[in-house]
Structures are given as C-alpha cells and as structure tokens.
C-alpha cells in the first residue's frame, strides 16, 4: 500500500511537471518528445533524489517526511532536466528533405527513426571519410577561393565514384551544369560511370505480376527477358501486346530504387552542407542547394505516374503544332507508378543515325530547324517542355524521318511570366535592345526590385556587343555570359528558368550532331523573327478568335472601369478635405512589424533571462561574504533567480531551433 502511495505521488508529480514544461517551452510541443523528456528526468532525479537524501532512511513508514525544501528543489531540478532534455531531443531530431528541399518532421516512430538516425549517420561518416581519404578536406582549403582546380575536380569525383548509388548520378548531373562549374569539374565528372547489374529474370516477373493489374501472360504474348537498355532508375524491355499484336516498351523501376534514395538522399544532402561548410566557393556556388534540387528531381524521376503524365501533356500540347515531333503512345490502363508500357518507335538515336538520314533523304538541317523550333514552342506557348533533350532522347524515325521525342522523366515547366520572359529575351537578341533584354530579365529572376537598371542594361549591352558582328556565337558562351551577369548582380534565376537555359546548351549539343555548323543563335533569331511576325498577323489571320479574345479582356476589365469614376471622386473628396495619409515604412507592412515585435520580445526575454543570471550570480557571491541567518535567502533568492533564468534561455533556444528547422 505504501508503493502505491508513493507512485501515485511520483505520477502527481510528473504530470505536474509534463503540464509546466509544455506551458514554459510554448506551442507546437511534440507529444513524445515531452513524455520522453519527462520520464527520463522523473527517473534520474529520482534516483538521485534517493541516493542523496533518503537512503538509509525509514521513508516508507511515512511517506510525506520528503515534503520538505529539498523536495522543492527535487521538482524544480526535475521541471528543468525534463526541458533540457525536450531541447536536446529537438537539436539531434533528424530532419527530412522534403521535395523542394523544406525540412518536413518524421512520420515514423521513434525506435525506427533512432535506427534510421543512428545507419544515416553511419553512412554520413562513411562518405565523409571517403572524402577525407580522396583529399577533398586539403584541396577545397586552397580553392576556397578559386574556380579552376583540377586536383579539387578528381579529388571530388574519386569521392562521388567510391560512395556509389546516388552520389555517381549526382556527379553524372553535374557534369552538365557547365554554366557553373568549370571545365575541370565537367571533364572529370563526365567520366563518371555506374555499373548496373541488370534485372534477372524472377525480379523482372515479380515486379511485373506486383505492378500490372492483370496478369503478366493477359497483358503480353511476348515479352523479352533482356533488357534493351539498363540505368540506375529501371531498366527498358521489348514486349508484345496480347490484345492488339503491337510492339511495346516496358519500363521497370528497379526494386531497390527506393531504399538507395531512402539511405542516401538525406545524406548526400548533409554530405553538400558539409562541403559547404568546407569552402566558400562551395558555398557560394549554392552546392547544397544544388544537392536539394536534385534530391527533389530524382523522386519525380522515380515515380512513373509523373513521368506518364509529363508524357500526355506535352503530346496534347504539340498535337497542333506545325513542328511535327513524334511522341510515343503510352499505355495508361497498364501503366502506374512502378512500370510504364509505352509504343515501341522504331527508329534510331541522332548520334547514330547517319546512315538512316542518307537511305531516307533527310535534310538535316530541316530536321534540326524542326526539333528546335519544336522545343521553343514548348516552352515559349504550352510552358512544359522536355528538360534532357540530349542524342540518347532524340530519334530519327526509320519510316519517314520525323523527329521522336524519348524519356519524359525530367520536363520543365514555365509560368506565363517566365514564358514572356524567354520571348522577350529572343527578341531583345535578335533587335540587338539592352533595353528589351532589361526587361526579359526582371521577368526571368527573383528578387529583382534592387536591380540598378543603367547598369544591369549596360552589362546587356556588352553581352550584345559580343555577339555582334560574327558569324557564329557559341550558344553555351552566350548563356553563361548571362548566367555570370546574374550572379555578378546578387541575382537568380528562377529554378524553372535554369533549367530552361541549360536545357538549350544540351540542345545545342545534340543539334550540332545532327549538323555540324547548325547555328542554334542564328535560328533562335529566325524563330523569334516568325514569332514576331506571327503576333501581329494573328488578328488577320485568325478573325473570329481575335474578337473572342478581345471581348473576354473586355468582359474582365468592364467591373473595374465602371468603379474607377466612383474613385476618383472619392479620392478627389480625400484630397481637398486633406486626409490623405501615405504610409511608407517598415511597419506599414503587417508582416514586417510581426517579425520587428516578435523579434524585439526575444530580444526583451534574452535580455530579462541574462539578467536574472547576472543578479543571481552576484548574490551567490555576496551571500559567501556574509555570516548571517538572512543570508539563506540570499541563496534561496539567487536559485530562484538562475533557475528562472535556465527556463528562459531553454525556452529561446527552443524556439530558435523550431525557427531553423521551418527556415
């Protein structure tokens, strides 16, 4: 009976101090954080509770003898282990990558989170020491500062080559962003290779009987073990309708796909960070940011229903188009997430068709016109476009020629304003106007309100000038120019942007395989050139849809013009009775003044917590000098002190971490 009191009051007690702490610690507490929290400081500071003080005592023929000072203090060191705990357990809480790069809680449970932390951490160490070991640690202390280092470059791509998995097309995806790392880094992370062993045949049947929602034998009546084409994503089969007798393609996303993203994505994350951390021409190329940006690419890439769609919408979107481009048919009623049964092309890719653009009498230059102008109408009228329109995605059909459109698992998508922006980019290049190009760019970058307009037209003008007057321009040399003019200025593209930019440069690459002296520049200027052309003919050429559209902005703007004459009177009203106030500061914005008040009150409870500390400190000091019985009150006092002040500062350094983790 007696055990049962002295648990009920030990339970008493612990809600006590799981109620206080969730008060002093604020909102948005974690449930199992606080419990966790709680019972380990109730067991720790009762054991030693015990141990001090009531061992060797005859405590359980009364059990309230403990209520006493010391027990004060007992609960008070409870109440205060139990939040440093709570900050504890939010500082090592490990943080998910959520799509585009936010930090987003666990929706695990603790024991598989503490094991997913403690092998995420394993491999952390893992690639880190492989990095050490390459040299990255020496060479980035010598290129924090400089942009062409080729011992960097192998040191870097030794490390990406021996961690494996993810971290090999990682460095595989940057070996194309040449428009921000040097030729040293793209030469050497171009050789980056990954061994994928195939499928073997019992994988391929399991995950075609766990994927198609009939049966294998129902849905094909041949279907070819041997993959045509094997990648780190899912590996590519012939096979044969059994309802139709038409030739198909299956993709299959590898088994084990997920758990490499699940191990490494996180890391490689933490991995960019700690580079990062390293180097400041790391940081200041946004390496972090470019391992978040593929982080939230590759989980796209691996869920088929998205590439499916991708697939459907840019097909409807050039269904019209006087461009043609051959897009496979894909199969929906036996494709998911996990395969993709599509029309099998027959055809050949540009970087070894050769032979089929003589048997056929292909033009090339025609047929690279075509892919070209067909890429600039994706982005610049339906705004999703193909993002990875290399030799491997871009075939020659073997019956007549046409272009065919491959692989849809990487597609850009830009908004109307961005669309515009690319529109007036090409026509500011093709009249030679800085002024139309100033323009282009405020609709292209963020944060672009500070932009000192006489010298950002200045710098285009320069840009122009070198493009003047030549017979050819380097497509790449022309947008990294671009490219180095944003970054000069503190400026960025938006995402979708750059990933347009660089599409182009990989465009022109594979173009230049179809014909050699093909000028992407020149034919941009010639596609504007229609554009322009196109825009102004378009009310003549197309009557009856001019009219519509001109009475739907008609429609839309008639609501705001039948108000503006009762505005205006209003506003004349305000202005001869003087009470026209205008509000232009730092306040006058709701959210600005939140962030001044609510950071102003932290500053107020650092502030007030620092200062029960210094009083507290100094009256335990004092209180040693003094031979006195009020001087336990000086003690007693400058507990109470410290111990309000622990509670503040854990308080702000909870708060501080909750702001970094949504940051």
Same mark, same amino acid.
């Given at each position: 009976?007696?055990?049962?009191?002295?648990?009920?009051?030990?339970?008493?007690?612990?809600?006590? !101090?799981?109620?206080?702490?969730?008060? $002093?610690?604020?909102?948005?507490?974690?449930?199992?954080?606080?419990?966790?929290?709680?019972?380990?400081?109730?067991?720790?500071?009762?054991?030693?509770?015990?141990?001090?003080?009531?061992?060797?005592?005859?405590?359980?023929?009364?059990?309230?003898? =403990?209520?006493? %000072?010391?027990? !004060?203090?007992?609960?008070?060191?409870?109440?205060?282990?139990?939040?440093?705990?709570?900050?504890?357990?939010?500082?090592?809480?490990?943080?998910?990558?959520?799509?585009?790069?936010?930090?987003?809680?666990?929706?695990?449970?603790?024991?598989?989170?503490?094991?997913?932390?403690?092998?995420?951490?394993?491999?952390?160490?893992?690639?880190?020491?492989?990095?050490?070991?390459?040299?990255?640690?020496?060479?980035?202390?010598?290129?924090?500062?400089?942009?062409?280092?080729?011992?960097?470059?192998?040191?870097?791509?030794?490390?990406?080559?021996?961690?494996?998995?993810?971290?090999?097309?990682?460095?595989?995806?940057?070996?194309?962003?040449?428009?921000?790392?040097?030729?040293?880094?793209?030469?050497?992370?171009?050789?980056?290779?990954?061994?994928?062993?195939?499928?073997?045949?019992?994988?391929?049947?399991?995950? &075609?009987?766990?994927?198609?929602?009939?049966?294998?034998?129902?849905?094909?009546?041949?279907?070819?073990?041997?993959?045509?084409?094997?990648?780190?994503?899912?590996?590519?089969?012939?096979?044969?309708?059994?309802?139709?007798?038409?030739?198909?393609?299956?993709?299959?996303?590898?088994?084990?796909?997920?758990?490499?993203?699940?191990?490494?994505?996180?890391?490689?994350?933490?991995?960019?960070?700690? %580079?990062?951390?390293?180097?400041?021409?790391?940081? #200041?190329?946004?390496?972090?940011?470019?391992?978040?940006? =593929?982080?939230?690419?590759?989980?796209?890439?691996?869920?088929?229903?998205?590439?499916?769609?991708?697939?459907?919408?840019?097909?409807?979107?050039?269904?019209?188009?006087?461009?043609?481009?051959?897009?496979?048919?894909?199969?929906?009623?036996?494709?998911?997430?996990?395969?993709?049964?599509?029309?099998?092309?027959?055809?050949?890719? %540009?970087?070894?068709?050769?032979?089929?653009?003589?048997?056929?009498?292909?033009?090339?230059?025609?047929?690279?016109?075509?892919?070209?102008?067909?890429?600039?109408?994706?982005?610049?009228?339906?705004?999703?476009?193909? @993002?990875?329109?290399?030799?491997?995605?871009?075939?020659?059909?073997?019956?007549?020629?046409?272009?065919?459109? &491959?692989? =849809?698992?990487?597609?850009?998508?830009?908004?109307?304003?961005?669309?515009?922006? !690319?529109?007036?980019?090409?026509?500011?290049?093709?009249?030679?106007?800085?002024?139309?190009?100033?323009?282009? *760019?405020?609709?292209?970058?963020?944060?672009?309100?500070?932009?000192?307009?006489?010298?950002?037209?200045?710098?285009?003008?320069?840009?122009?000038?070198?493009?003047?007057?030549?017979?050819?321009?380097?497509?790449?040399?022309?947008?990294?120019?671009?490219?180095?003019?944003?970054?000069?200025?503190?400026?960025?593209?938006?995402?979708?942007?750059? *990933?347009? &930019?660089?599409?182009? *440069?990989?465009?022109?690459?594979?173009?230049?395989?179809?014909?050699?002296?093909?000028?992407?520049?020149?034919?941009?200027?010639?596609?504007?050139?229609?554009?322009?052309?196109?825009?102004?003919?378009?009310?003549?050429?197309?009557?009856?849809?001019?009219?519509?559209?001109?009475?739907?902005?008609?429609? $839309?703007?008639?609501?705001?013009?039948?108000? *503006?004459?009762?505005?205006?009177?209003?506003?004349?009203?305000?202005?001869?009775?003087?009470?026209?106030?205008?509000?232009?500061?730092?306040?006058?914005?709701?959210?600005?003044?939140?962030?001044?008040?609510?950071?102003?009150?932290?500053?107020?409870?650092?502030?007030?917590?620092?200062?029960?500390?210094?009083?507290?400190?100094?009256?335990?000091?004092? @209180?040693?000098?003094?031979?006195?019985?009020?001087?336990?009150?000086? #003690?007693?006092?400058?507990?109470?002190?410290?111990?309000?002040?622990?509670?503040?500062?854990?308080?702000?350094?909870?708060?501080? !971490?909750?702001?970094?983790?949504?940051?």
């Amino acid at each position: 009976m007696v055990y049962v009191k002295i648990f009920i009051q030990v339970l008493v007690i612990a809600m006590f !101090i799981f109620y206080v702490s969730g008060r $002093l610690m604020g909102s948005q507490i974690n449930l199992m954080k606080r419990i966790m929290s709680v019972f380990i400081s109730v067991a720790f500071t009762s054991i030693v509770y015990w141990y001090s003080y009531l061992r060797g005592t005859d405590f359980l023929e009364d059990v309230y003898v =403990f209520m006493d %000072v010391r027990t !004060i203090i007992w609960i008070g060191s409870m109440l205060l282990i139990s939040m440093l705990l709570y900050l504890f357990f939010e500082l090592f809480d490990p943080m998910a990558i959520g799509e585009k790069g936010e930090r987003i809680p666990r929706q695990k449970s603790l024991l598989l989170r503490l094991r997913n932390q403690w092998r995420s951490q394993k491999r952390l160490r893992q690639v880190v020491q492989i990095a050490v070991k390459n040299g990255i640690s020496r060479t980035l202390k010598y290129a924090r500062h400089r942009e062409n280092d080729h011992e960097l470059a192998i040191a870097f791509r030794d490390t990406l080559e021996e961690s494996g998995g993810i971290f090999i097309k990682f460095g595989q995806v940057l070996s194309t962003r040449n428009d921000i790392f040097p030729k040293a880094f793209v030469q050497e992370l171009g050789t980056l290779q990954q061994n994928v062993r195939p499928l073997s045949s019992e994988q391929v049947k399991t995950i &075609l009987e766990k994927s198609l929602p009939y049966k294998m034998d129902e849905v094909f009546s041949q279907f070819d073990m041997t993959p045509i084409a094997a990648a780190s994503i899912g590996q590519v089969h012939r096979a044969v309708l059994r309802k139709s007798d038409e030739q198909v393609v299956v993709k299959l996303l590898r088994p084990d796909v997920k758990d490499m993203m699940r191990d490494d994505l996180t890391i490689l994350v933490e991995f960019a960070q700690w %580079v990062s951390d390293k180097s400041t021409w790391a940081e #200041n190329l946004g390496f972090r940011e470019l391992a978040i940006g =593929f982080a939230s690419s590759l989980r796209e890439e691996v869920n088929f229903d998205i590439e499916m769609r991708n697939t459907m919408q840019v097909k409807t979107a050039l269904r019209n188009s006087p461009y043609k481009m051959k897009i496979p048919h894909v199969y929906s009623e036996f494709s998911n997430n996990q395969l993709i049964v599509s029309e099998f092309v027959h055809g050949q890719s %540009v970087a070894s068709g050769d032979a089929l653009f003589y048997s056929l009498h292909v033009d090339r230059e025609e047929f690279a016109r075509t892919v070209l102008f067909s890429f600039f109408e994706q982005m610049l009228f339906s705004g999703i476009f193909h @993002a990875d329109p290399h030799p491997g995605n871009i075939f020659i059909d073997e019956t007549d020629g046409t272009p065919i459109l &491959l692989d =849809f698992g990487a597609v850009g998508r830009l908004a109307e304003p961005q669309q515009e922006g !690319i529109k007036l980019f090409l026509m500011g290049i093709q009249q030679n106007d800085a002024n139309i190009l100033y323009d282009a *760019i405020t609709l292209l970058v963020e944060d672009h309100e500070h932009i000192d307009r006489v010298r950002m037209e200045q710098a285009m003008a320069q840009i122009l000038l070198r493009i003047s007057y030549v017979p050819r321009i380097e497509t790449d040399e022309l947008i990294h120019s671009f490219f180095e003019v944003i970054r000069d200025f503190g400026l960025s593209f938006y995402p979708s942007v750059g *990933i347009a &930019l660089r599409s182009f *440069i990989t465009l022109d690459g594979t173009l230049s395989l179809i014909k050699k002296d093909f000028n992407l520049f020149n034919e941009a200027k010639e596609f504007s050139r229609h554009y322009i052309t196109s825009m102004i003919k378009r009310p003549f050429k197309e009557p009856i849809a001019t009219k519509e559209r001109l009475e739907e902005e008609l429609a $839309l703007l008639l609501p705001a013009l039948r108000k *503006i004459p009762r505005r205006v009177d209003k506003l004349m009203q305000r202005v001869e009775s003087g009470k026209i106030t205008l509000h232009h500061d730092v306040f006058s914005d709701k959210k600005n003044a939140m962030f001044v008040t609510q950071l102003f009150s932290r500053f107020v409870l650092l502030l007030v917590g620092i200062t029960f500390g210094i009083i507290s400190v100094s009256l335990l000091a004092i @209180a040693q000098f003094i031979d006195a019985p009020y001087a336990v009150y000086l #003690n007693s006092a400058a507990y109470v002190g410290l111990f309000l002040c622990s509670v503040l500062l854990v308080r702000l350094s909870i708060q501080a !971490i909750r702001l970094m983790k949504r940051g």
